[in-house]
C-alpha cells in the first residue's frame, strides 16, 4: 500500500471512529493500486488482444477479451471491471462510440483509450469524453503497465474521495440533524455580537424566523432592564469553567417587535450557556477569536410550574387568600415599617362562629362553599394594601397596616360584622353566621408578630366566651393562665384529677306554689390564685380541646353522688336535678351507655334526672343526637331543651327530639319588666310548650315581678337569682328544707 492510500485509509477510519460508520456499506475495500485489476481488452486485432491479456496475467490481473463493442458491452452487463483498455479504430461501432456509451452507462469505470493514430485531436477527444489516459500504439510493454498502474492509482484515490465525501455529506447530516431538532435553541454569534447561526427552535420559543434573526445583534432580543445584568454573558468570551453556566435572563419575543426603546416587551423566560469560540491554530488571543457559542433553553414552563408552586406555598387554596406564611411574611414586614415610621398598624384575628356545626350537619361542600362566600364577602370590604388571610378552618387574619388607630380597627370590625350579618346562600340553604373579632394593635398590644397574633386571639376568645358575635380589643386581663390556653387547659386537667372542681346547685321552683321542684347542677372551679371561676371562662375551652367529655362525665357521677347521698339521707324526695351535657359528649357512641352506668353505680333511678342539651349541636349530627336521647328517655330521664330561643329554634327539632322540658333563655326574661306589659315572645314561648306536651322553666328570673308575670303566664316552673344562685347541695336543701 502506498502512502497516500495509507493515509486516507487511516482518515477514512478515523471518521469511522468518529461517526461509528465502521460497518456501512460506504465502507467498501477499495482497489490497492499496483495490486490485482479486473481488466477488460477491447480490440478488433486478436493477436494484439492476446499479447495484451498475456503480458497484463504476467502482472497479475484478471483479464477478459472483447473483439469489438458489442462483446464489450455484453460483457460489462455481466461482470465487473476496473478498467477497460479500449481500441479507437474497430469496425462497427468505434471505440470513440463506445467510450460515449460507457461514460454514461458505466460512470465508474476507468478507460484507457489506445490508438494507432497520431492525431492530437483524437486524443483530446477521447479524454475529454471521459478517458483516464491514452496511449498511442504501438506502445512498450513498460508504457502499457505504467498507464495501467498511474489509472488504477488515480482510481483508487479518486473512490477513497468519494468515500470520504459520502461520509462527510452523513456526517454533516447528521450534525445538522442533531442542531435543527435540538430541543434548546443553539446559536453562534461573531465577534461583534452579531448572529451568524442559529437554529430552528427560535421560530418555536421567540417566534422570529431564522433569517429576520442572522445579521442582527444580540441585544435586540434583550429587554433593555436586563441588558446590564446579563453583561457579557450573551456574547461570552470566556471557556471552560469560566464560560457562562444556566444563567437566567428573558428575551423579547417576536410578538412585542424587536427592541428599539425601553417599553413592555412580551419576554420568554430562559436559561443560557455560552462559551468562547478559538481559532487554535492563529496567535494571540485577540484574533484566534471567532465569537460566541451558546444554548438557550426556554424555560417557561419550569417557570410557570414554580410560580403555581410558589403560589400554592402561600395562598389558601380553597379561598385563594394568602395563607399563614404569607400573612406572617407580610406581619414581618410592617412591623419592620411601622419601626421605621414610628407609626402603629392593626391585627384582627376573626373566627366564625359554630362553623363546625353547619359543616357537619350540611356537609363539607356547603362548609368549603360558605368559606368561599365568606371570603369574598371580606376581600371586598378590605382595601388593597390590607392582608386578609386564612390561617385554616374557620380562622382568619387581617392585617391592617395604614390603621394606627384602636377606634379605626373597631371600625373596621364594626363594618366586617354588618357586612356578614345578612345570610348566605349556599346550595338552596340560608345560611345564618357571626364572627367572633379579636383586635390587636402594634405597639401598644405586643410589637413582636407571635405577640400581636396570640393578643389578638385571646381577645377573639374572650368574645367568643362572653357571647360568640362581636368584636373584641385586646387587654391583658383577658389573659387566663399566665400564658393563654394551653397552660388554662393543662390547669384545668390538673384542677380534675386534683378535685378542685365543684358542682354547685341552682334551686328551680314551681311557680304556681313557690315548692322547690329541682335544682340545676352548675360547675364551678376553685382556683389556686384565682379564686371561685365561673363556666363560662373554661367550658368553652373544655369544648374546644375536648375535656369537655372527661369533665362532664365528672360533673354528672358527682351529681349522682349527692343525688344518692341526699336519697339515703330521705332529703332529695321528688326533686329532678338538671345536669349540663355538651354536644361532644353526646355525640359519644357510648355516651347513653355511660350515663346508665353511673346511674347504676349511684343507685338513682332515671326519673332523677334531666339532661340540657342546647340546640346548636344537635345539628352537628341529629341522627346520633335522637339515638343516643332515645335510649335515655327510655330510662325515665329527662331530656331539656336549653337557652330555648337563641340559637336555630326550629321546630322540627322539637319533634324529632325526645323532649320533656324547654328552658327559656335569660334573655327573654330579662325583657319582661312590668305585668301589663304584652310579653308575647315568652307567652308564646309557654303556648307552643303546651301544646307540645312539653315543660317549661324560664331562665334568669331576678325579681317578683318577673316572677308573677311567669305565673300568670301559667309557666310550670322558674329558676333565677330571685330564688338564689347556684349554691352547694347542703345549702339548698338546709335552705329550702326538703
Ligand atoms: P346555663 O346552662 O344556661 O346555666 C344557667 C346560667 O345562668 C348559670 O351560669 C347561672 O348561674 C346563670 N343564672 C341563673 N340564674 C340567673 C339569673 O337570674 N340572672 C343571671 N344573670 N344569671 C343567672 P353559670 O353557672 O355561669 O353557667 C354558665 C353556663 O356554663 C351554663 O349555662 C352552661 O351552659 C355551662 N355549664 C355550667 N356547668 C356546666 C357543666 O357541668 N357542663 C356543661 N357542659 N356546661 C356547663
Ligand atoms: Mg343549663
Ligand atoms: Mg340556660
Not at 13 to 24: A, F, K, S, V
Request: with cysteine; aromatic share 6%; charged share 25%.
Amino acid at each position: 500500500m502506498n502512502e497516500r492510500k495509507r493515509a486516507i485509509s487511516q482518515h477514512i477510519e478515523r471518521e469511522d471512529n468518529i461517526l461509528g460508520t465502521g460497518n456501512d456499506s460506504a465502507n467498501e475495500r477499495l482497489p490497492e493500486a499496483g495490486g490485482p485489476a479486473r481488466i477488460l481488452i477491447v480490440d478488433d486485432d486478436v493477436r494484439m488482444r492476446e499479447s495484451v491479456r498475456d503480458l497484463l496475467s504476467m502482472h497479475g490481473h484478471s483479464c477478459e477479451m472483447a473483439a469489438g463493442a458489442r462483446q464489450a458491452l455484453d460483457l460489462l452487463a455481466r461482470q465487473v471491471f476496473d478498467l477497460v483498455l479500449l481500441d479507437i479504430n474497430m469496425p462497427g461501432m468505434s471505440g470513440v462510440d463506445l467510450l460515449k456509451e460507457l461514460a454514461a452507462e458505466h460512470p465508474d469505470l476507468s478507460v484507457i483509450m489506445v490508438s494507432g493514430e497520431t492525431s492530437f485531436e483524437n486524443a483530446t477527444r477521447a479524454m475529454r469524453l471521459g478517458a483516464a489516459d491514452f496511449l498511442r500504439k504501438p506502445y512498450s510493454p513498460a508504457d502499457l503497465l505504467c498507464s495501467i498502474d498511474s489509472v488504477l492509482h488515480k482510481r483508487c484515490l479518486q473512490q477513497a474521495v468519494d468515500a470520504m465525501n459520502a461520509r462527510l455529506a452523513i456526517s454533516e447530516q447528521r450534525h445538522r440533524f442533531i442542531i435543527e431538532n435540538s430541543p434548546d435553541i443553539i446559536y453562534m454569534l461573531d465577534t461583534a455580537g452579531r448572529f451568524t447561526l442559529v437554529n430552528e427552535r427560535i421560530t418555536q420559543v421567540l417566534g422570529y424566523q431564522r433569517d429576520e434573526i442572522v445579521g442582527r445583534h444580540f441585544l435586540e432580543l434583550v429587554p433593555p432592564e436586563d441588558q446590564e445584568r446579563i453583561g457579557y454573558a450573551f456574547n461570552e468570551r470566556r471557556t471552560g469553567k469560566r464560560a457562562t453556566h444556566e444563567l437566567e435572563l428573558r428575551l423579547v419575543h417576536k410578538s412585542s417587535g424587536f427592541l428599539t426603546g425601553p417599553g413592555q416587551a412580551n419576554t420568554v423566560p430562559v436559561e443560557l450557556n455560552a462559551m468562547g469560540v478559538y481559532d487554535e491554530a492563529k496567535g494571540d488571543e485577540r484574533s484566534r477569536f471567532l465569537g460566541t457559542y451558546g444554548v438557550i433553553r426556554d424555560i417557561s414552563a419550569r417557570k410557570r410550574s414554580e410560580a403555581v408552586i410558589n403560589y400554592q406555598l402561600y395562598h389558601d387554596l380553597l379561598t385563594g387568600l394568602p395563607n399563614r406564611a404569607l400573612f406572617q411574611d407580610r406581619l414581618k414586614q410592617a412591623i419592620s415599617r411601622a419601626r421605621r415610621d414610628k407609626n402603629g398598624f392593626a391585627l384582627m384575628f376573626l373566627d366564625m362562629d359554630r362553623f363546625k356545626s353547619i359543616n357537619d350537619s350540611y356537609g363539607h361542600l356547603v362548609g368549603d362553599a360558605l368559606l368561599q362566600a365568606v371570603a369574598n364577602i371580606m376581600r371586598n370590604h378590605v382595601r388593597d394594601s390590607d392582608t386578609l388571610a386564612r390561617l385554616g378552618g374557620d380562622e382568619f387574619t387581617l392585617l391592617l397596616p395604614e390603621v394606627a388607630h384602636v377606634e379605626d380597627a373597631v371600625g373596621i370590625a364594626r363594618k366586617i360584622l354588618d357586612h356578614l350579618r345578612e345570610p348566605i346562600e349556599i346550595e338552596g340553604h340560608e345560611l345564618y353566621i357571626s364572627f367572633s373579632i379579636g383586635i390587636a394593635v402594634y405597639p401598644d398590644h405586643g410589637t413582636t408578630g407571635e405577640d400581636l397574633i396570640r393578643h389578638a386571639d385571646t381577645a377573639m376568645y374572650h368574645v367568643k366566651r362572653r357571647s360568640r358575635r362581636g368584636y373584641a380589643v385586646y387587654e391583658p386581663s383577658m389573659e387566663v393562665g399566665h400564658n393563654g390556653h394551653p397552660a388554662l387547659e393543662s390547669e384545668l386537667r390538673h384542677a380534675l384529677d386534683e378535685h378542685r372542681l365543684e358542682v354547685m346547685l341552682q334551686p328551680q321552683q314551681y311557680a304556681a306554689t313557690g315548692r322547690l321542684a329541682g335544682a340545676e347542677a352548675l360547675v364551678r372551679w376553685h382556683h389556686p390564685e384565682k379564686g371561685l371561676v365561673l363556666p363560662c371562662e373554661f367550658i368553652p375551652f373544655a369544648e374546644e380541646s375536648g375535656l369537655i367529655v372527661e369533665l362532664g362525665e365528672w360533673v354528672l357521677r358527682e351529681t349522682c353522688r349527692l343525688i344518692s347521698e341526699r336519697i339515703r339521707g330521705g332529703e332529695c324526695e321528688g326533686l329532678v336535678i338538671s345536669v349540663n351535657v355538651s354536644a361532644r359528649q353526646v355525640l359519644q357512641p357510648e355516651f347513653a351507655e355511660r350515663v346508665l352506668e353511673i346511674l347504676d353505680d349511684y343507685q338513682v333511678p332515671g326519673s332523677r334526672l334531666e339532661l340540657e342539651i342546647t340546640e346548636n349541636m344537635l345539628m352537628q349530627d341529629l341522627e346520633m343526637a335522637t339515638r343516643q336521647l332515645k335510649t335515655l328517655s327510655r330510662a325515665g330521664i329527662r331530656i331539656a331543651m336549653d337557652d330555648f330561643g337563641t340559637g336555630y329554634s326550629s321546630l322540627s327539632y322539637l319533634q324529632t327530639l325526645p323532649l320533656d322540658t324547654l328552658k327559656i333563655d335569660r334573655s327573654f326574661i330579662a325583657e319582661i319588666q312590668s305585668l301589663n306589659e304584652r310579653h308575647s315572645i315568652v307567652t308564646g314561648m309557654i303556648a307552643m310548650a303546651r301544646e307540645l306536651g312539653l315543660d317549661v322553666v324560664a331562665e334568669g328570673v331576678e325579681n317578683e315581678v318577673q316572677r308573677e308575670f311567669l305565673k300568670r303566664a301559667a309557666c310550670p316552673r322558674i329558676q333565677g337569682f330571685l330564688l338564689g344562685k347556684a349554691m352547694p347541695a347542703r345549702q339548698l336543701l338546709a335552705t329550702y328544707g326538703h
